[in-house]
């Protein structure tokens, strides 16, 4: 995918690698309130990212932890997986 492509956190967490390394959309907001990424456009009420910015990010992060991020310790997704089931 184009670096310059814009992607909302939906949408860049459904792709690899980030699917891969288990990024939640959650995570990517958090970024955005951390300042890491900035949003470059917004669609409706969603922020979007430049593609290469959220690769970026999604590196520095990881090596920084030196572990794969964990969406399954996101308690976001945790109550949204919650409120399906119930
Ligand atoms: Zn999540």
């Known amino acids: 995918m ?3 492509a814009q ?3 939906r ?3 459904g792709y690899p690698p980030l699917r891969t390394y288990g990024v939640c959309r959650h ?3 958090m970024w955005k309130r951390l300042g890491k990424l900035i949003p470059v456009g917004q669609r409706g009420r969603s922020p ?4 290469g910015d959220v690769l970026r990010v999604e ?3 990881r090596l920084r932890a ?3 991020h964990r969406s399954a310790e996101c308690r976001s997704c945790e ?3 919650e409120r399906c089931a119930a």
């Open 11 to 13: 949408e860049a967490a």
């Open 79 to 81: 109550r949204a997986s």
């Open 2 to 4: 184009n670096l310059d």
């Open 48 to 51: 979007l990212y430049r593609w």
């Open 59 to 61: 590196r520095d992060t």
């Open 66 to 68: 030196g572990k794969s």
């Open 7 to 9: 992607v909302s956190a």
């Open 27 to 29: 995570l990517i907001g």
